[in-house]
């Protein structure tokens, strides 16, 4: 930074990084910072422990600073930092592919790399049109998204994507979407372990979109089986099969975002498994990597990549692609995690848990301002009742007291503290973990 004479300015240490879904000012007058990790841990710049209870950002299912991943990173960039993925590959990538799709349902044979969760989803939405295009029914080129879903910051994913704020201040974003209703009903669901009961008829909204638009205008329907970002809100049971039979009935590809849900997060590779529903693509990041690299991608069925591969075998098939897709570092740490998941049994411990983890989550029923609580996998949401001068500000005062205070690391979405530790935590750090969002619920009461 410069003066208007070409003098060097010292600028504020914090001032020049404009943070991403952040209060920034707020942030940069008393900030939240962390400096190193471990396990199940961070560690502020004066080495105070923080229990990390939202696995970064979702995404570092396997704690942290793990050495098998660690190592991999180190010896894959001393071998080979970069190669182009346009009309060149390198070996890791082909295996990573490999291993993703043998952890898929059904014929989710093929993968697409991306570099982000966001990537990913925009991905899957090309997909789905030009697949449609190269079937010979162009006509269907409008995107079906979810209220309350959340699908990632490209154009195409905030205009599937049904959280307001995330879209309000960007004008129309694409055209030719429509959303079907959210799957969220308090009264009837409050207080649930696991999936609700009841909900499984909000995807017959499905039916109310198809006679507005006609069928032979949709190309594809995307949801998250588990909403997270919005609060962590559970496809109640069924709702996805009956997603999965209108989508077959009217000739509508079903997309699963699986970004948050993917790699053990609600017990199982893939949140289809646990559903018994095979989608036509499946989008992935954060968890594939364990937060260490950054890597998303999209798996697609094999009816899906065989309509692409015909004419010239020297012509590209799908013009579409990042820079760094499949990046050599990311394949590397991507092995080395599978590898860990694996060998630590991973998916499975996280389902084992599951019970304990709702039970220890419910227990916080009774708490001053707490008006619903909802578990699924190892996920966890508190929603609290807002004050009266202002949506959100009582979880934003539990998560900034939650770090300070108890050394804990929560992310809110309005006035919903939800939780989502890595799937190493212990049942006594469960515990641990409870103990201090008590004791932050009850500090924020008035």
């Given at each position: 930074?410069?003066?208007?004479?070409?003098?060097?300015?010292?600028?504020?240490?914090?001032?020049?990084?404009?943070?991403?879904?952040?209060?920034?000012?707020?942030?940069?007058?008393?900030?939240?910072?962390?400096?190193r990790a471990?396990?199940?841990?961070?560690?502020?710049?004066?080495?105070?422990?923080?229990?990390?209870?939202?696995?970064?950002?979702?995404?570092?299912?396997?704690?942290?600073?793990?050495?098998?991943?660690?190592?991999a990173?180190?010896?894959?960039?001393?071998?080979?930092?970069?190669?182009?993925?346009?009309?060149?590959?390198?070996?890791?990538?082909?295996?990573?592919?490999?291993?993703?799709?043998?952890?898929?349902?059904?014929?989710?044979?093929?993968?697409?790399?991306?570099?982000?969760?966001?990537?990913?989803?925009?991905?899957?939405?090309?997909?789905?049109?030009?697949?449609w295009?190269?079937?010979?029914?162009?006509?269907?080129?409008?995107?079906?998204?979810?209220?309350?879903?959340?699908?990632?910051v490209?154009?195409?994913?905030?205009?599937?994507?049904?959280?307001?704020?995330?879209?309000?201040?960007?004008?129309?974003?694409?055209?030719?979407?429509?959303?079907?209703?959210?799957?969220?009903?308090?009264?009837?669901?409050?207080?649930?372990?696991?999936?609700?009961?009841?909900?499984?008829?909000?995807?017959?909204?499905?039916?109310?979109?198809?006679?507005?638009?006609?069928?032979?205008?949709?190309?594809?329907?995307i949801?998250?089986?588990?909403?997270?970002?919005?609060?962590g809100?559970?496809?109640?049971?069924?709702?996805?099969?009956?997603?999965?039979?209108?989508?077959?009935?009217?000739?509508?590809?079903?997309?699963?975002?699986?970004?948050?849900?993917?790699?053990?997060?609600?017990?199982?590779?893939?949140?289809?498994?646990?559903?018994?529903?095979?989608?036509?693509?499946?989008?992935?990041?954060?968890?594939?990597?364990?937060?260490?690299?950054?890597?998303?991608?999209?798996?697609?069925?094999?009816?899906?990549?065989?309509?692409?591969?015909?004419?010239?075998?020297?012509?590209?098939?799908?013009?579409?692609?990042?820079?760094?897709?499949?990046?050599?570092?990311?394949?590397?740490?991507?092995?080395?995690?599978?590898?860990?998941?694996?060998?630590e049994?991973?998916?499975?411990?996280?389902?084992?848990?599951?019970?304990?983890?709702?039970?220890?989550?419910?227990?916080?029923?009774?708490?001053?301002n707490?008006?619903?609580?909802?578990?699924?996998?190892?996920?966890?949401?508190?929603?609290?009742?807002?004050?009266?001068?202002?949506?959100?500000?009582?979880?934003?005062?539990?998560?900034?007291?939650?770090?300070?205070?108890?050394?804990?690391?929560?992310?809110?979405?309005?006035?919903?503290?939800?939780?989502?530790?890595?799937?190493?935590?212990?049942?006594?750090?469960?515990?641990?973990?409870?103990?201090?969002?008590r004791?932050?619920?009850?500090?924020?009461?008035n």
């Open positions: 930074m410069t003066s208007a004479t070409g003098a060097i300015a010292t600028p504020n240490d914090l001032e020049a990084y404009w943070m991403p879904f952040t209060a920034n000012r707020s942030f940069k007058q008393n900030p939240r910072m962390v400096a471990e396990g199940m841990f961070y560690y502020t710049p004066e080495g105070k422990p923080v229990m990390d209870g939202t696995a970064g950002l979702w995404c570092c299912n396997a704690g942290h600073a793990r050495e098998p991943i660690i190592h990173i180190q010896a894959q960039a001393r071998e080979l930092d970069y190669a182009p993925s346009f009309q060149y590959g390198h070996p890791k990538v082909f295996a990573a592919a490999a291993r993703i799709a043998a952890l898929a349902p059904g014929d989710l044979d093929h993968v697409f790399f991306a570099g982000s969760g966001s990537e990913a989803a925009d991905s899957a939405l090309k997909i789905a049109l030009a697949y295009n190269v079937s010979g029914r162009g006509s269907k080129t409008r995107l079906i998204g979810r209220e309350r879903g959340y699908h990632g490209g154009f195409g994913g905030i205009s599937v994507g049904g959280m307001v704020n995330n879209r309000k201040f960007f004008g129309g974003l694409l055209t030719g979407t429509d959303h079907i209703s959210h799957t969220y009903d308090r009264e009837k669901q409050a207080f649930s372990k696991g999936e609700p009961e009841y909900g499984a008829h909000f995807a017959d909204d499905l039916e109310r979109v198809v006679a507005l638009h006609d069928a032979s205008t949709i190309a594809a329907v949801v998250e089986p588990m909403a997270g970002s919005t609060g809100l559970p496809a109640p049971k069924g709702y996805l099969k009956r997603l999965r039979e209108l989508c077959d009935k009217h000739g509508i590809l079903l997309i699963f975002d699986e970004v948050i849900t993917g790699f053990g997060r609600l017990g199982f590779a893939f949140a289809a498994e646990r559903y018994g529903v095979v989608p036509d693509m499946i989008t992935f990041a954060k968890g594939v990597t364990s937060g260490t690299v950054p890597m998303g991608g999209v798996i697609v069925r094999k009816h899906i990549y065989d309509a692409f591969m015909n004419g010239p075998d020297n012509v590209i098939e799908l013009f579409h692609g990042y820079t760094y897709s499949g990046h050599p570092l990311a394949a590397a740490a991507c092995l080395a995690t599978l590898d860990i998941y694996r060998e049994g991973l998916f499975e411990r996280a389902r084992a848990m599951e019970p304990m983890w709702a039970d220890a989550v419910m227990s916080l029923k009774g708490e001053p707490v008006v619903d609580i909802r578990t699924v996998g190892l996920v966890g949401a508190v929603d609290l009742a807002p004050r009266a001068d202002g949506v959100g500000k009582r979880a934003f005062e539990a998560m900034d007291r939650l770090f300070r205070e108890e050394g804990l690391m929560v992310r809110t979405a309005a006035d919903t503290i939800a939780f989502s530790p890595p799937l190493i935590i212990t049942e006594n750090q469960v515990e641990e973990l409870i103990g201090k969002l004791r932050a619920i009850r500090a924020v009461a």
